[in-house]
């Protein structure tokens, strides 16, 4: 009987609950864990952040450099043909300085030292680009000015080169024959489909004329952003247009290497040389100033960057930066001293 009482006594008796203190020391040991796991979650996404606009920021200029390189590397090439004297330039329509500048093969390469801002960009060879806008350009970056032809024929050999836009739109090219002096000539790239034109002695290439520069803003930027690209005008057709190419290429530096004993290579490094240098010219440098494309949160860049010649302090706010550089050889700009 004694045993059945304490059975039902303790039966009856109640759960016992958390305290005051113990619920409280929970509620902080949750909200300390919650907080380290809010942390850990910000900081993997903050950095993956980080590794992308990186990325993104490397791969942009890579690309810009192939690009410089190339028509650097191509610059003055004319289908081959190793004199243009006595090729007369035509005009294009609209032009990006004198009437015929865009066909004119003297001063292939030119280019503008650190644009000073409000007026027409001049060139070391006093060419004034009246094509560009600007109040587009950023300030304190060179221009690049190139003339050349395609490097592959439109049409040679009585063939249409492999992936060729048959357009119907006027374009120019350099017409080479066997029995005729070289000319420029505008026509469409339909036309090359014309068996008439089919002749073995007759080649045509396209004509390439552009002027590459630093543009404050991209066409992409919204709400106000104000992301710097790299932006050209090229020749297409009869006329100008601009295009933007890689955005957040924030300055554009160069250095040109003078050959001053005809042997081929540079003895000196200007970056702004005068014009008749530039006739000399037999090397570039290529600096390039990247930026990201957005703001990194909790981030300031206290860097300093150098660009060549040029060293550019810290910009105290929150983008990524970096510089890429290259060294292009002329192989079309070759000439001896007189």
Not at 53 to 58: D, I, N, S
Not at 191 to 205: E, G, K, M, Q, T
Request: aromatic share 10%; proline share 4%.
């Amino acid at each position: 009987m004694s045993f059945a009482r304490n059975k039902r006594k303790l039966g009856s008796a109640p759960g016992r609950g958390f305290s005051l203190v113990e619920l409280m020391v929970s509620m902080l040991l949750a909200a300390i864990l919650s907080a380290g796991f809010i942390s850990t979650y910000l900081g993997v996404k903050r950095n993956a952040f980080y590794d992308e606009q990186m990325a993104r920021m490397q791969e942009n200029g890579r690309y810009a450099m192939r690009l410089l390189s190339r028509e650097l590397t191509m610059v003055g090439f004319y289908a081959g043909v190793p004199s243009m004297e006595g090729v007369v330039p035509l005009s294009v329509g609209t032009d990006c300085s004198h009437q015929d500048w865009a066909l004119d093969p003297h001063n292939a390469l030119d280019y503008v030292n650190d644009y000073p801002g409000n007026s027409v960009p001049v060139s070391q060879n006093a060419t004034a680009f009246t094509c560009l806008d600007s109040t587009a350009i950023q300030i304190n970056t060179d221009l690049l000015a190139v003339k050349r032809t395609a490097g592959e024929a439109s049409f040679g050999s009585g063939l249409v080169a492999d992936g060729l836009i048959k357009s119907t739109a006027d374009g120019w090219y350099f017409r080479l024959a066997s029995s005729r002096s070289p000319i420029w000539e505008k026509l469409r790239s339909i036309d090359f489909l014309n068996r008439a034109r089919a002749v073995p002695s007759v080649s045509y290439w396209k004509a390439v004329a552009r002027v590459f520069y630093v543009r404050r803003y991209s066409e992409s930027d919204t709400q106000g952003h104000s992301t710097p690209a790299l932006c050209m005008e090229t020749l297409a057709g009869d006329k100008m247009t601009s295009r933007c190419l890689v955005e957040g290429v924030e300055d554009l530096q160069f250095e040109f290497g003078i050959d001053t004993d005809a042997d081929g290579v540079p003895n000196q490094y200007k970056s702004a040389p005068t014009g008749a240098e530039m006739e000399y010219a037999v090397m570039a440098k290529i600096h390039i100033l990247l930026r990201s494309l957005s703001m990194i949160p909790g981030y300031e860049d206290k860097k300093s960057y150098t660009l060549g010649q040029k060293t550019l302090p810290a910009r105290h706010d929150p983008y990524l930066r970096r510089v890429m550089s290259s060294s292009i050889r002329l192989r079309n700009r070759i000439k001896p001293l007189s």
